[in-house]
């Protein structure tokens, strides 16, 4: 882990896997996330010929704070990291909570961002002819139907759950399993795959709270820039039976996006986005 200067002095914490040659993909956590994953192993992104670059966002883990981020806050930290490793150019991947993230540096840096990739993502609180909470899981329409009424409704419970997660991360885990399908219940069983959910709860929370406060507020404002002006190609992958990001906020993204791909993929949900991270790093690096 090494620590960068964002804007304002802020500290960014960021790690580096794989190839020192290779091609760079920048890897969005989701929410809540951290820098530590899941990730492809070393040996897998050596084979890919990837430079794989995470990052804790603000708020999360050893990363400073910004208070009133919005999505687009994505697109000037990434350049710090960037520029910090001395990169030109990069792709972009973001899963779940950091599929959003993605697509504003796609938007915002068409000069630097080659190709842009999303697995699970949230559309736009405001996309126009979408029913944003069509298809979600109770427990998140609650959770986000509480951040609309403002941050004093629902901040002190997330830092009261963030503060059990980081004692018990295993807990998360099992408050999520009655909602699952079956496909993601047999994802979540594996120890690999449940052990990297627990590393990156863990250092999501080191601190507290901040870092998911800030995310679901800026998923439910105002994303600081339009998808329909993103230039770059992009590639979305969707699990049809996902009720956490339902699959039309990546069918209203695909339909917004000049020239996007989108892959449904039937019988998956939202943790089978694990199982085709390499794939999507493949693509995105080239």
């Given at each position: 882990?090494?620590?960068?200067e964002?804007?304002?002095?802020r500290?960014?914490a960021?790690?580096?896997?794989?190839?020192?040659?290779?091609r760079?993909?920048?890897?969005?956590?989701?929410?809540?996330?951290s820098?530590?994953?899941?990730v492809?192993r070393?040996?897998?992104?050596y084979?890919?010929?990837?430079?794989?670059i995470?990052?804790?966002?603000?708020?999360?883990?050893?990363s400073?704070r910004?208070?009133g981020?919005r999505?687009?806050?994505?697109?000037?930290?990434?350049?710090?990291?960037?520029?910090?490793?001395?990169l030109d150019d990069?792709?972009?991947l973001?899963r779940?909570?950091?599929?959003?993230h993605s697509?504003?540096?796609?938007?915002?840096?068409?000069d630097?961002?080659?190709?842009?990739a999303?697995?699970v993502s949230?559309?736009?609180?405001?996309?126009?002819?979408?029913?944003?909470y069509?298809?979600m899981?109770?427990?998140?329409v609650?959770?986000?139907?509480e951040?609309?009424?403002?941050v004093?409704?629902?901040?002190d419970?997330f830092?009261f759950?963030?503060q059990q997660?980081?004692?018990?991360p295993?807990?998360?885990?099992?408050?999520?399993?009655p909602?699952?399908?079956?496909?993601?219940r047999?994802?979540?069983?594996?120890?690999g795959?449940?052990r990297m959910?627990?590393?990156?709860?863990?250092?999501?929370?080191?601190y507290?709270a901040?870092g998911?406060?800030?995310?679901?507020l800026?998923?439910?404002?105002?994303?600081?820039f339009?998808?329909e002006?993103?230039?770059?190609?992009?590639r979305l992958?969707?699990?049809?039976?996902?009720?956490?990001s339902p699959?039309d906020?990546?069918?209203w993204?695909?339909?917004?996006?000049p020239?996007?791909q989108?892959?449904?993929?039937?019988?998956?949900a939202?943790?089978?986005?694990?199982?085709?991270?390499?794939?999507?790093?493949?693509?995105?690096?080239?």
């Amino acid at each position: 882990m090494q620590l960068v200067e964002a804007p304002g002095g802020r500290a960014l914490a960021v790690d580096t896997l794989g190839d020192p040659q290779g091609r760079p993909v920048f890897l969005l956590h989701g929410t809540p996330g951290s820098r530590l994953g899941p990730v492809p192993r070393s040996t897998v992104l050596y084979r890919l010929g990837v430079l794989l670059i995470s990052f804790d966002r603000p708020g999360y883990g050893d990363s400073t704070r910004l208070p009133g981020r919005r999505v687009s806050s994505a697109a000037a930290d990434v350049t710090a990291i960037a520029d910090a490793l001395g990169l030109d150019d990069f792709a972009v991947l973001g899963r779940s909570g950091g599929g959003p993230h993605s697509l504003a540096c796609a938007a915002l840096l068409p000069d630097r961002v080659c190709r842009a990739a999303t697995l699970v993502s949230l559309a736009p609180r405001n996309a126009e002819g979408l029913d944003w909470y069509g298809g979600m899981t109770p427990s998140n329409v609650r959770e986000y139907s509480e951040v609309e009424r403002g941050v004093r409704h629902f901040a002190d419970s997330f830092r009261f759950r963030s503060q059990q997660i980081r004692d018990d991360p295993v807990g998360l885990i099992k408050d999520l399993v009655p909602e699952l399908p079956p496909t993601d219940r047999t994802l979540v069983s594996d120890s690999g795959i449940r052990r990297m959910l627990l590393s990156t709860y863990r250092e999501a929370f080191r601190y507290g709270a901040d870092g998911w406060i800030d995310d679901v507020l800026a998923f439910t404002s105002d994303w600081g820039f339009k998808v329909e002006d993103i230039t770059v190609p992009v590639r979305l992958w969707h699990g049809a039976d996902d009720q956490f990001s339902p699959v039309d906020h990546s069918r209203w993204l695909t339909d917004h996006i000049p020239g996007a791909q989108l892959y449904l993929e039937p019988g998956a949900a939202h943790f089978g986005a694990l199982k085709v991270m390499t794939e999507a790093l493949k693509w995105a690096a080239g």
